[in-house]
């Protein structure tokens, strides 16, 4: 699971997209609201999102490039790519759900990004070019997810733990992995998953469910809580 937030400054963000380009090569402009790819010398990317132009104007997203894309069509997404890949669209909505309650525009600490909380790193591996357009973060975090499970022979909870804390952890301990904040991620996906109703956007919407967040106190102890 990752710690996520929403930006609220995008003018800030959007002068910093300025700044940057005439520093680093490789800038990738999109219209207002939309999202920039920013590539630094060393080929390594960087997503930045301009929310709305100066003037507050908000901006006309493309049919599968909005922040804005309604809980109906998340819920149509997810169906779509589910069937492609055969995997159950109750997991997904599942992983989705602890990931970023459906908020296509989160952003962890760690720099993982939309839907289902996709690092730079796998968004490329994947073929994923803007992580923050549910189509392709959906599309991207199911392949990653169909290759772990045919990875841990079907095995569901190593899946899960390889998703969150990296494939390579879960090969070198033989198991999940002796993280707290790996072991609750399986165990909440799980129990989410199993339950009669694993949810979906547009309920998510209809009833405001908070996510499960991460924290850790003054004393170094991880705690997760759902509490507003």
Not at 68 to 90: A, E, G, L, T, W
Not at 116 to 121: G, T, V
Not at 193 to 220: C, E, F, H, L
Request: hydrophobic share 40%; aromatic share 8%; with cysteine.
């Amino acid at each position: 699971m990752r710690n996520w937030f929403k930006s609220k400054v995008p003018a800030l963000i959007a002068a910093c997209v300025v700044f940057l380009a005439g520093y680093l090569p490789g800038v990738s402009f999109l219209r207002a609201g939309q999202i920039a790819a920013v590539t630094d010398q060393n080929g390594q990317s960087a997503y930045v999102n301009a929310n709305s132009d100066p003037a507050g104007v908000q901006p006309d997203f493309d049919s599968d490039m909005g922040l804005f894309v309604s809980p109906s069509n998340i819920d149509s997404i997810i169906d779509r790519v589910s069937s492609h890949y055969q995997v159950d669209p109750k997991l997904i909505h599942a992983m989705i759900r602890v990931e970023s309650n459906y908020d296509p525009s989160a952003v962890s600490s760690k720099g993982a990004m939309g839907l289902m909380q996709l690092i730079p790193a796998t968004a490329q591996r994947f073929g994923v070019q803007n992580p923050f357009d549910p189509k392709q973060n959906i599309q991207g975090g199911v392949s990653y997810l169909k290759y772990l499970l045919h990875l841990f022979g079907g095995n569901l909870p190593l899946s899960l733990a390889a998703y969150n804390a990296g494939e390579e952890r879960v090969i070198q301990s033989g198991g999940i992995p002796d993280i707290p904040e790996t072991e609750h991620y399986v165990r909440a996906i799980t129990h989410i998953y199993r339950s009669k109703n694993s949810g979906s956007a547009t309920a998510a919407a209809a009833t405001r469910i908070m996510p499960i967040v991460r924290y850790v106190d003054s004393q170094g102890v991880v705690h997760f809580t759902n509490a507003e």
